[in-house]
């Protein structure tokens, strides 16, 4: 096992395994507790376009990406606050127009198109050394907000409109972590694709909540969760040879089975417990 | 007495619908206004207003600062609706939420905050919940809390949406006797649909249905109420002297 370290896509999609838990653990737990899954999904599939448009110009596929859902994101933020559409059917209108304009672009580039599937499906083992050190820049950016805004940001997210009667710049708060959210978002598409990173942004978090309540600790519990699912994978993928990306969603899946039937078991029997004691 | 906020000639509402019909309205320092009305009558969407949730679409709010003690700030308990029980946050993070105020720019809360958390939950008797997630309170004990979160700041003006659903009688008639206490030192507003136990401690009532009435006194009559366009039934809880009809000497402004 260890020889295969020497080489360095190997390497890589270790550390992209690696920085992949972090983001995901952080922004995962933000989304999943703000309820914003339909909207990250909505921002995910919208950056295709950006993909569709970055083999078109030639260039790297990843920024336009990232410039694409980036805008998408604010763009929902800024059009759910002022106008009276109902928010969903604008992410559901953004989710198909961003995939449409992708389409297109795809198939008006001229001759191949490649890592197409890369995008879509996700390859941790095709990541670049490029998409390892902006994953490692996210990251640290993640990991400082989250430290040193964490109580803004949680008091924030559980009562916008309380935060907001105690002068707190609400919509500046939002507008930066929505695009916190983008990037998190267009930088693990290479991990485990747009098809599946919401999963990655959504399992670890529900295996995490089912022992936790604690913002914080479910952030932590969902690094460690993702990590292990992550590690898993691309073991399994390797081992029977099959696509990581789905792999890893697999075997996340199989945890977040175990880990709710364990805390059924456990819990059933504490109060089984508490019951025999209340009867002694 | 000094005043806090002026409402004049207020309309305000949502998409295409006007909720406040001409509102004008001001609130001083030593206030207990119970804020009456029929549902969807607009008793949120003043609140709304008066605490900038809400912009007016036409007229105008101003605040006028305490130049004594320097402290303007608002404490304010939503109606239970608008909290998302799932949240992963404790009693104790909810409360110390009620003093973002007073934390610098880190957010970091100070031992004098959790001192005061602490005599907050104190004084509400909900100490024994501090580190429950809100998840798992009850109706009642989330009413604590989020009162808790709203008088922890010791603001100038205390704006309370029905504060009583859910909670127990034990419980209601302390509370009104602690927002009679906290009205020595802040000016209160308090929306309830039970009128009848709330008029005793209150001092002035507004009506509120589109419009808004006045009346400047805490009892108030049936025949009152269908004058001022607001339609509610009194409740009457044993022998409570507003449902004597008599009349009243009120201003309306
Ligand atoms: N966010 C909103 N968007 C659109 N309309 C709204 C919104 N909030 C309230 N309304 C409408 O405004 C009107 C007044 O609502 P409001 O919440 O102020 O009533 P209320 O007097 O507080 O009623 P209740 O006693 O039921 O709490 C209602 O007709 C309601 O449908
Ligand atoms: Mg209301």
Redesign the interface.
């Known amino acids: 096992m260890l020889e295969i370290l020497q080489y360095s896509f190997i390497t890589n999609s270790l550390l992209a395994a690696f920085f992949a838990s972090i983001t995901c653990g952080i922004v995962g737990t933000y989304i999943v ?1 703000r ?1 914003m899954v339909f909207l990250s999904g909505g921002i995910t599939h919208a950056s295709f376009g950006g993909i569709g448009m970055g083999y078109f110009f030639g260039l790297n596929p990843i920024f336009s990406a990232a410039v694409f859902a980036i805008l998408s994101a604010l763009g929902v933020e800024f059009l759910s606050k002022r106008t ?1 559409i109902r928010e969903d059917s604008v992410i559901g209108i953004l989710w198909s127009f961003g995939m449409a304009i992708g389409i297109i672009f795809i198939f008006i580039t001229p001759g191949y198109v490649p890592n197409l599937m890369t995008y879509l499906f996700g390859s941790i083992l095709t990541v670049s050394g490029l998409d390892v050190w902006l994953m490692l820049a996210l990251s640290v950016i993640l990991i400082l907000f989250f430290t ?5 940001i ?2 924030v ?3 916008q ?8 710049a609400v919509d500046l708060l939002n507008y930066i972590l929505i695009s916190l959210v983008a990037l998190t978002i267009v930088l693990n598409i290479k991990v485990v694709g747009i098809i599946l990173v919401i999963s990655l942004l959504t399992i670890p978090q529900s295996i995490a ?1 089912l022992f ?4 914080r600790n ?1 952030i932590l519990l969902s690094i460690v969760i993702s990590l292990v699912g992550v590690l898993t994978g691309l073991i399994f993928s390797y081992k029977i040879n099959i696509p990581s990306g789905a792999a890893i969603i697999f075997s996340l899946v199989i945890f977040f089975g175990l880990a709710k039937a364990t805390q059924m078991i456990l819990s059933r029997s504490i109060l089984k417990t508490k019951i025999q004691k209340i009867l002694e | 007495m000094s005043k806090i906020v002026e409402l004049k000639s207020v309309f305000a509402g ?2 295409n619908d006007v909720i406040l019909n001409d509102v004008s309205f001001e609130i001083y320092d030593d206030d207990f206004i119970g804020i009456i009305g029929p549902n969807g009558g607009g008793k949120t969407t003043l609140l709304n207003v008066i ?3 809400i912009k007016p679409i036409k007229g105008s709010i101003e605040f006028f600062g305490d130049t004594e003690n320097k402290n303007n ?2 404490g ?1 308990l ?1 109606q239970i609706n ?3 029980k799932k ?4 009693v104790c ?2 409360v ?2 009620g003093l ?2 007073s ?1 610098g720019i ?4 100070s031992k004098e905050d959790r001192i005061k958390v602490r005599e907050t939950l104190e004084k509400l008797g909900i100490c024994d919940l501090q580190n429950k ?1 809100i ?2 309170l009850s109706g009642g004990q989330m009413q604590k809390v989020l009162l808790a ?1 709203a008088i922890v700041s010791s603001p100038r003006l205390l704006i309370l949406d029905e504060p009583n659903t859910f909670v127990d009688n034990k419980f209601e008639g302390e509370l009104y006797e602690i927002l009679v206490h906290l009205n020595k030192e802040m000016a209160i507003i308090i929306v309830s649909h039970d009128i009848g136990t709330i008029s005793t401690y209150i001092k002035t009532i507004a009506c509120v249905n589109r419009g808004l009435h006045y009346h400047k006194s805490n009892k108030i009559s049936e025949q009152q109420l269908a004058s001022y366009n607001c339609p509610i039934k009194l409740i009457t809880h044993g022998e409570v002297p507003h449902t004597v009809l008599k009349t009243h000497n009120h201003i309306l402004s």
């Open positions: 507790t309820r009276e040193f805004f964490y109580r803004l949680l008091f997210a559980y009562d409109n309380y935060a907001r009667t105690h002068k707190i909540n936790s309540k604690n913002f479910i | 949502y998409n605490l900038g949730l700030k608002i304010y939503p608008q909290i998302d949240f992963p946050i404790s993070d909810v110390l939420s973002i105020y934390s880190f957010y970091k809360h997630p998840g798992e979160r």
